[in-house]
């Protein structure tokens, strides 16, 4: 059992950060920590990708290939997932930008930033 | 070196903790930094140094920077309470969903760094964007010809993505309008 988790480590950080963010984003009151906790929950994604590219071999190196080296097989991890993960995160960014400006909207027109504040407002209305 | 991988996975995951339990939104942020930075290190680590440089300049840099900006604009609860009350629904849902995911699904992972994973046990796909990149783009870094060359449409479909981001936030924000 324990070996199966030390094997395994960065899976068992992806799936404890998974839960720590869909935690913040069901029990926090704060739309901004709401916001932070999808983050968390994101990154926790990219290191499932990055995880599935890695590749631990001797000599193993990051996906740069020298060209005048022997032509043949070369161990590096595998720049695939990778790329997903680099374009994800961008648009994670573009993602996090949009909510904040809509957190912001929200404090500028009820003057709050809790769910259960804002759900009282906005069952007075 | 596997002792220093474990020891940064402690990291992690101590401010990861930290960033739900703390009640301080300023203090989250913070230490919301700290764990992009863990988790950066990390990265470069598992031999992913380009994903590893976005993420600690997107991450931990521009991530934080709207986070400040936003409560900088809105408000910061004030509150003597150092940590957030424990939402124990939310705790006994979550924590079965991540039971189920260590019990039934980690045992079918593969274990880091493996070559049985699905992107190794068929290399082909991998190996030739790997030998054929200088060949093709003249890139040494595969992760770049992959971005810049191989999958340009999608990049600038990234682009298309964040330039709409961009613009709902300035509508949003009010500093456009429809005319």
């Given at each position: 059992m324990i070996e199966l988790l030390m094997d395994r480590y960065t899976y068992v950080l992806m799936f404890v950060l998974l839960g720590l963010g869909i935690y913040m984003v069901i029990a926090s009151e704060n739309l901004v920590k709401k916001l932070i906790g999808v983050s968390l929950f994101?990154?926790?994604?990219f290191l499932f990708f990055i995880s599935m590219a890695y590749i631990d071999v001797e000599g193993a190196s990051?996906?740069?290939v020298p060209h005048h080296g022997e032509p043949g097989e070369v161990m590096v991890a595998s720049p695939l997932p990778q790329v997903i993960v680099l374009t994800a995160i961008v648009v994670g960014i573009a993602l996090t930008a949009v909510g904040l400006a809509l957190i912001i909207r929200i404090y500028a027109e009820y003057g709050t930033l809790r769910e259960d504040t804002l759900r009282e407002v906005r069952a007075d209305e | 070196m596997s002792l220093f991988a474990y020891s940064l996975v402690i990291f992690i995951l101590a401010t990861a903790v930290a960033t739900v339990l703390f009640r301080d939104v300023l203090s989250v942020i913070i230490v919301f930094g700290a764990y992009s930075l863990g988790m950066a290190i990390l990265y470069t680590f598992l031999l992913a140094p380009d994903v590893a440089m976005t993420e600690a300049a997107i991450g931990a840099g521009v991530t934080t920077l709207l986070l400040l900006l936003t409560i900088a604009r809105t408000t910061r609860p004030t509150?003597?309470?150092?940590r957030e009350r424990i939402h124990v629904?939310?705790?006994?849902?979550?924590?079965a969903?991540?039971?189920?995911?260590?019990?039934?699904?980690?045992?079918?992972m593969y274990p880091v760094g493996s070559t049985?994973?699905?992107?190794w046990s068929n290399p082909d796909v991998t190996q030739h964007y790997i030998t054929e990149t200088y060949e093709q783009t003249g890139v040494e870094n595969a992760v770049t010809s992959v971005l810049a060359a191989y999958r340009g449409f999608d990049t600038f479909g990234e682009?298309?993505?964040?330039?709409a981001a961009g613009v709902s936030t300035l509508l949003v924000l009010k500093r456009e309008v429809f005319a």
């Open positions: 994101q990154t926790a994604i990051a996906p740069i | 509150t003597d309470a150092l629904p939310a705790v006994v849902v979550v924590g969903f991540v039971l189920l995911l260590c019990t039934a699904v980690l045992p079918d049985s994973t699905p992107v682009a298309v993505v964040v330039f």
